[in-house]
């Protein structure tokens, strides 16, 4: 069926299901396309030009399909209509922030917090935007209303904790990384900076942390890989490997895992064959990863092939250069 006939047939069915005076079943809206959304928000806009939320939702779909002209418009239309929406000045910060207009989305989160001061979403939003940004001063000012309004909110502490990363402090970021977890025991994302920082001094909790990661979410492939980094580097080698192959098995285009699982075979098991299947898979997958075509110059020399091996020393030296140059 046409597209386009199929758009309308939606808007005509559903239409006719509300007009009909039943309520509308969200579930059947969120299986229409973006397309169709659109169209169907239309046709409720020209019945009720008046109604905020039907701008507010349109304005998400624009958002979503990355609109952000048409977005702005129907977010302001909608605060326009209804000036008193704490989600309406939020989703403006998004869509302004999106466009670059950074000090036109503090401005909106501003407006969201003179309207409620207690709206912990609008607080939360400004640290988001703030610590996206780098401002950490406005972010730890954020975060210190944030958890003057709510004691226990994980998200907050876990925000102060990657500030204080962020600026050096890993000492007081490893603290409020585990009050983050005290109040959200599935704080998948505390447990994996937690990993992360243990892993940096080399201290053995980091395994700990990486797999209780990996248990609240099994496909974590970062923390996975960061596994087995950890287990690679300190001489555990078939766990490393194995950690690696989980992560392939997710994704098998997972450069890096790729070239570790080469750089053991040819360190360690001296297996140059398959060092070389890992490199060649490696360099497919990311054709600007200089490492793995300095491993491959090292497999090739080996195995006796000059000529390709100063071909791909001076490959990886041209792709490093062009890093080191940006």
């Known amino acids: 069926m046409h597209v386009t006939l199929k758009i309308i047939l939606s808007v005509l069915c559903l239409t006719c299901f509300v007009a009909c005076g039943q309520k509308e079943d969200t579930k ?40 952000t002209k048409e977005a702005l418009f129907n977010v302001r239309k909608a605060i326009e209509l209804d000036g008193k929406k704490i989600d309406y ?65 994980a998200q907050a502490y876990f925000m102060r904790g990657w500030v204080f990363k962020e600026t050096g402090d890993t000492l007081r970021a490893v603290e ?49 890989y960061n596994l087995g980094l950890f287990y690679q580097e300190h001489g555990a080698t078939q766990q490393a490997l194995d950690m690696y192959q989980r992560v392939l098995k997710i994704n098998p285009s997972y450069t890096n895992a790729i070239y570790a699982v080469g750089y053991i075979n040819y360190e360690e098991k001296q297996d140059y064959l398959t060092a070389l299947d890992c490199f060649n898979k490696a360099i497919k997958s990311d054709s600007t990863y200089y490492e793995a075509y300095d491993a491959r110059a090292e497999v090739y020399k080996k195995l006796g092939k000059t000529a390709e091996a100063n071909k791909d020393f001076e490959t990886a030296l041209r792709l490093k250069s062009a890093v080191s140059q940006r």
Request: aromatic share 10%; glycine share 2%.
């Open 28 to 67: 059947d809206f969120s299986k229409l396309s973006n397309e169709e959304k659109i169209a169907l928000l239309d046709a409720r806009i020209k019945e009720n030009p008046k109604n905020a939320d039907l701008y507010f939702q349109r304005a998400k779909v624009f958002h979503t399909i990355g609109n």
């Open 89 to 153: 000045y939020l989703l403006e910060a998004d869509v302004f922030f999106a466009r670059g207009e950074t000090s036109m989305s503090f401005d909106a989160l501003n407006q969201a917090i003179k309207t409620d001061r207690k709206s912990l979403d609008a607080h939360l939003k400004m640290a988001e935007i703030s610590i996206d940004l780098q401002d950490y001063n406005r972010a730890m000012e954020s975060i210190k209303n944030i958890i003057d309004l709510d004691k226990v909110n």
């Open 176 to 224: 409020d990384y585990k009050k983050a977890i005290e109040y959200k025991s599935d704080y998948e994302d505390a447990f994996e900076e937690l990993g992360n920082l243990y892993a940096i001094k080399g201290d053995a909790l980091a395994v700990d942390y990486y797999k209780s990661t990996i248990n609240i979410n099994p496909k974590n492939i970062n923390a996975m």
